[in-house]
């Protein structure tokens, strides 16, 4: 069975840091694209970061870079998102979803951060 | 990017059929056969219903369609069910971004 945890979420003030993980299991995860994709709350789903299949290469939506950085460990087949510098508008559930060939096959049942003092 | 257009809401009664619209433009939806449809149900992992415009993957109802035309995808549910209440996000390849989602459509079965 194919599944992916997310864990990680919490409360945080703003400026802090907080570290997601996603731990993958039931595919062969180092044949996927990894994504965080996140949706605050009563809005849509946005698209947040991307990693290739070996970790080399990283994509980040506008609104993170610089802030947030993903990596992946493909020996505990695990994504991860360190995000720093938090703000208000970063409170979001945030998933992990898994990419093969423009789309996403997979996806975790996400994490809530929330960022507030 | 800015997120495709869906409309806010949409529904049906049981049996009956429902189509979302997702707007984009020739830089996503218009560009690329690479428009991908996820039903979500609140507080669980969103699921993939439709990939590459119009493919369902294995397991997803064949009441579940899509399609294109230009610059704008759809999704149809024919034969509505009530399990089928929930939102519906489109998705579609953007080069560079690489993914921009729909704003959203939430699916009611009167």
């Known amino acids: 069975e194919v599944q992916l945890v997310e864990s990680g979420g919490g409360l945080v003030q703003p400026g802090g840091s907080l570290r997601l993980s996603c731990a993958a299991s039931?595919?062969?995860?180092?044949?996927?694209?990894m994504h965080w994709v996140r949706q605050a709350p009563g809005k849509g789903l946005a698209w947040v970061s991307r990693i290739n299949h070996d970790g080399t290469i990283t994509t980040y939506a506008d609104s993170v870079k610089g802030r947030f950085t993903i990596s992946r460990d493909t020996a505990k087949n695990t994504l991860y998102l360190e995000m720093n510098s938090l703000r208000a508008e970063d409170t979001a559930v945030y998933f992990c979803?898994?990419?093969?060939?423009?789309?996403?096959?997979?996806w975790g049942q996400g994490t809530l951060v929330t960022v507030s003092s | 990017q800015s997120a495709l257009t869906q409309p806010p809401s949409a529904s049906g009664s049981p049996g009956q059929s429902v189509t979302i619209s997702c707007t984009g433009t020739?830089?996503?939806?218009?560009?690329?056969?690479?428009v991908s449809w996820y039903q979500h149900h609140p507080g669980k992992a969103p699921k993939l219903m439709i990939y590459?415009?119009?493919k369902r993957p294995s397991g997803v109802p064949d009441r579940f369609s899509g399609s294109k035309s230009g610059n704008t995808a759809s999704l149809t549910v024919s034969g509505l069910q009530a399990e089928d209440e929930a939102d519906y996000y489109c998705s579609s390849y953007a080069g560079s971004t690489p993914f921009v989602f729909g704003t959203g459509t939430k699916v009611t079965v009167l």
């Open positions: 020739s830089s996503d939806v218009g560009g690329y056969d690479y």
């Open positions: 039931g595919f062969t995860f180092t044949s996927y694209v």
């Open positions: 590459d415009v119009s």
């Open positions: 979803a898994g990419d093969i060939e423009y789309k996403y096959d997979y």
